[in-house]
């Protein structure tokens, strides 16, 4: 069961490396990354993460990151706020 997830979770990621391309890199981050990094380094997921045929080639441009910190949306939050707060 936890290959599937990692197939359609990276499935997903190649995705999104095809959509916006971003060649500084595709970061990878939220809880599910954080917590189980060798869900995201298997075979599995880096399999259907590439596997996109005629543009393999250009996912393979685009590095792919895990972001350990778990929080990164609070952190994200919490920055919009005190700069909204800066501008009263």
Known sequence: MVDLFCECYGA???????????YGGLYISGGIGAKN?????????????????????????VPLYLVATEDTGERG????????????
């Not at 997903?12 to 971003?22: F, M, Q, R, S, V």
């Not at 399999?47 to 393999?56: E, F, N, Q, V």
């Not at 939050?77 to 009263?88: E, G, H, P, Q, R």
Request: hydrophobic fraction near 50%.
């Open 77 to 88: 939050a919490f920055f919009f706020a005190v700069s909204l707060l800066a501008k009263l």
């Open 12 to 22: 997903e990621a190649g995705n999104a490396a095809l959509k916006w391309l971003p």
């Open 37 to 61: 990094p060798e869900w995201v380094k298997s075979e599995s997921f880096m399999h259907a993460y590439s596997d996109k045929g005629r543009l393999s080639k250009c996912v393979a441009q």
